[in-house]
């Protein structure tokens, strides 16, 4: 079982809009800014698309938002793309044992 | 341009031992916290261990703590992670990251391609 809980999968359709969750704890996503979302296609290294909670690393499209509300850390992707299908994972500085969690990660299927 | 190599994997019976390198190149590597982040087949990602710039500080997850070795040669601008008393459950794809902030190995912009560690009999 992850730290991190993330719906299995989410799905749009092309132009639409998506959000993701990913819900910790006050000693994870709650306590801490360092929240970040990676992109991984399949076969290939995991990709980071925001960093501390709400960023994007230059050359990451701007349909690509995040944000936190207590415990619980969201993505939203806006004007879905065929490209963007792919899974996404979710990941927090934490004050536990471990320094970093994971989420389990979702799977973004567009229709 | 940032790249990251990473080499050693391979097939390992239970309770062996192997060490796995990254080859840092693109970047200032002593001021940048790095990680190995691992990844079971068909499963989520895992961040198993990180390191400070200079090598002072070291982070272990629960589940390697005691049988995982991260350390960093900083004049070689290497990063290896030596792997004792190997289990099933540490089968998986291996990746080095690199942190963005180059403080703790929290946050990572860059990742290698991954190396695959097996551990069979």
């Known amino acids: 079982q992850s730290a991190l809980t993330q719906p299995a999968s989410v799905s749009g359709s092309p132009g639409q809009s998506i959000t993701i969750s990913c819900t910790g704890t006050?000693?994870?996503?709650?306590?801490?800014?360092?929240v970040s979302w990676y992109q991984q296609h399949p076969g290939k290294a995991p990709k980071l698309m925001i960093h501390?909670?709400?960023n994007r690393p230059s050359g990451v499209s701007n349909r690509f938002s995040g944000s936190k509300s207590g415990n619980t850390a969201s993505l939203t992707i806006s004007g879905l793309q065929a490209e963007d299908e792919a899974e996404y994972y979710c990941?927090?500085?934490?004050?536990?044992?471990?320094?970093?969690?994971f989420g389990g990660g979702t799977k973004l299927t567009v229709l | 341009e940032v790249q990251l190599l990473e080499s050693g994997g391979g097939l390992v019976q239970p309770g062996g031992s192997l060490r796995l390198s990254c080859a840092a190149s693109?970047?200032?590597?002593?001021?940048?916290?790095m990680a190995w982040v691992r990844q079971a087949p068909g499963k989520g990602l895992e961040w198993v261990s990180g390191?400070?710039?200079?090598?002072?500080?070291?982070h272990y997850a629960d589940s390697v703590k005691g049988r995982f070795t991260i350390s960093r040669d900083n004049s070689k601008n290497t990063l290896d992670l030596q792997m004792n008393s190997l289990r099933a459950e540490d089968t998986a794809v291996y990746y080095c990251?690199?942190?963005?902030?180059?403080?703790?190995?929290?946050?990572?912009?860059?990742w290698g391609q991954g190396t695959l560690v097996t551990v069979s009999s």
């Open positions: 501390d909670v709400r």
């Open positions: 990251a690199k942190d963005m902030a180059g403080i703790l190995p929290e946050q990572f912009d860059y």
């Open positions: 006050s000693s994870d996503v709650g306590g801490y800014n360092s």
């Open positions: 390191i400070s710039g200079s090598g002072g500080t070291t």
């Open positions: 693109g970047f200032t590597f002593s001021t940048s916290a």
């Open positions: 990941s927090s500085y934490t004050s536990g044992s471990t320094l970093v969690v």
